[in-house]
């Protein structure tokens, strides 16, 4: 990709607002376990960062996808990934099939509230016992005049007990797991919408993250993005502004780690010399921001192959991949070069080692990401069934 004064000025934008705005709370929304999405999402709105690649008729600025992946890339500043990851919710999960399939009227409605940062929202795929196997979901839509009466609940839902809205993946009519699936923008304010208690996860402190319950909750049909029976395609393009995030939102986050690595293992003496004086030591460190290089290279190319209109599930599926496999070997050497201290709870290395843990996890986990890859290169198992042979008996 090319970058032009224009991304530029969004980078400096976008640091400029973490510097001052998040990292100096970031401490203390870890140990609240949730940050003010609302207060924070309206300042963001306000500078125009929440709608950069959405529509300009909805408030959006109407540049294409690498404009997004420069503000994305600048969100790995953020020193307490929660955050990030609901920003992230906000703009590249819960939003991009409304503003791409969303009639007129859905868009003006809910779309426009989401880029000015008047409302959080929250995408609603995951159920207790379907993460990455969405065809497996159970939610309901039922149909009664004018409305759909869903009943269901969904799992690890971030930001869902600050959300105005959810983007909901549920089963509308039809037996085919991959054609009776529809999107559905509900309000977390109807009768019949409940929550509970935030999780306690292992990383991800600063975001409250809850299970939603539907019951019999009813919602206007108009409320349906794009057309019925089409929500898993939908989902599975909103998977790739997803999986591009993930990479994206990490590089600058493991650059850190090891950059705060370098500073202590300059400064720790073990048996007369400074860490870094190891070659083993060293090494590794290099080899490690070689690897995000690449990584960066991978995701600009899938980006550019994006904005160009190419199907880049492959790309962005190696991305995420690779994001969330070396954000585990980063971090895990990081953490052993800082010894005893990187052990203790609210060391930075620490915190990215829980942090990042999850890329690996959510929007598809890595095993998913290596059947797509399989899938894409041939050599993904047929599931024909095996030919019998006649049978010999008489």
């Not at 400096?12 to 401490?27: L, M």
């Not at 795929?125 to 009943?151: F, L, Q, R």
């Not at 108009?222 to 502004?241: A, D, P, R, S, T």
Request: proline share 3%.
């Amino acid at each position: 990709m090319i970058f032009t004064q224009e991304h530029d000025a969004i980078r400096k934008t976008v640091s400029q607002f973490i510097d001052k705005e998040i990292n100096p709370y970031a401490d203390q929304w870890e140990k609240d376990g949730i940050f003010p999405a609302h207060d924070l999402f309206k300042k963001m709105g306000d500078l125009g960062l929440l709608g950069i690649n959405k529509p300009a008729e909805y408030g959006g600025m109407g540049l294409d996808y690498s404009y997004q992946i420069v503000f994305t890339e600048e969100l790995g500043r953020i020193r307490t990934g929660g955050v990030s990851m609901a920003i992230g919710v906000q703009t590249d999960m819960a939003t991009p099939a409304l503003a791409k399939h969303g009639s007129d009227l859905l868009r003006g409605k809910y779309l426009a509230k989401a880029i000015s940062g008047e409302a959080v929202f929250s995408i609603a795929v995951s159920e207790p016992h379907a993460g990455s196997d969405v065809a497996a979901i159970k939610t309901t839509a039922v149909k009664d005049g004018d409305d759909y009466i869903i009943n269901g609940s969904k799992m690890w839902i971030t930001s869902s007990t600050q959300a105005d809205y959810l983007c909901v993946l549920l089963n509308t009519e039809g037996d085919n797991p991959h054609k009776n699936k529809s999107m559905v923008i509900v309000p977390t304010d109807l009768p019949g919408v409940s929550f509970s208690e935030k999780l306690d996860k292992l990383g991800m402190r600063s975001s409250d993250t809850a299970q939603v319950f539907f019951d019999n909750v009813r919602v206007p049909q108009e409320n349906l993005v794009g057309k019925e029976g089409m929500g898993f395609i939908y989902q599975m393009e909103q998977f790739q502004e997803e999986r591009l995030y993930c990479a994206a939102a990490n590089l600058k986050c493991l650059e850190f780690c090891i950059e705060d690595t370098v500073e202590y293992v300059k400064e720790r003496h073990v048996f007369g010399k400074p860490i870094l004086n190891n070659q083993v030591v060293y090494f590794k460190l290099a080899e490690l921001q070689t690897e995000i290089a690449a990584l960066r290279a991978l995701t600009y190319d899938a980006v550019d192959g994006y904005i160009n209109g190419e199907d880049v599930s492959l790309k962005a599926s190696m991305a995420k991949l690779k994001a969330g496999r070396l954000a585990r070997e980063v971090t895990d050497s990081c953490l052993q070069y800082w010894g005893g201290m990187g052990f203790m709870w609210d060391n930075s290395v620490a915190r990215a080692y829980r942090d990042t843990r999850l890329m690996s996890i959510g929007g598809g986990a890595d095993e998913v990401m290596l059947t797509i890859i399989a899938k894409g290169m041939g050599i993904f198992p047929s599931k024909s069934k095996p030919t019998t042979k006649p049978s010999t008996k008489g």
